[in-house]
C-alpha cells in the first residue's frame, strides 16, 4: 500500500456526509496512520471564510489547478484506496501555516 507524508496533497474521492455518493476533490496528508488509513483536511477554490481556512500561497508547487484553501477544521480519516493520485506537496512556508491553524484550531 502507498505510503503519504504529511504535506501531501493528493486527489481522493470523498465521501458526502448526508448523501450517498463521493466527490473527486483535492485533500492534504495531514497523517499517514501507517495502516490502511490516512488523516485529510479538505481542500477547496472557494474564497476563505474564517480563521481556520488557509489560503494557499504556493498552490501551483502544490500540485493544484486553481488558487486554494485548506479547511483545517474539515477533517476526515479515509481510506488510502480513496486516493487516486499525488499532486503534489506544500511548500514549506504553506506547510508552517496550516500547522499555526491547526495548532490554533485545538487550542482548549
Known sequence: MESYRPGDVVLLSFPFVD???VKRRPALVLLDTGDEDVIV???TSQ???G???VELVD???AGLLLPSVVRVHKVATLEKRLVER???MLTSKDWE???TA???LWKF
Do not use: K, S, Y
Open 86 to 88: 499525488r499532486l503534489g
Open 102 to 104: 491547526i495548532r490554533d
Open 47 to 49: 474564497a476563505a471564510r
Open 97 to 99: 501555516r496550516v500547522r
Open 59 to 61: 498552490w501551483r508547487q
Open 41 to 43: 483536511a479538505r481542500v
Open 19 to 21: 448523501v450517498a455518493g
Open 51 to 53: 480563521p481556520f481556512d
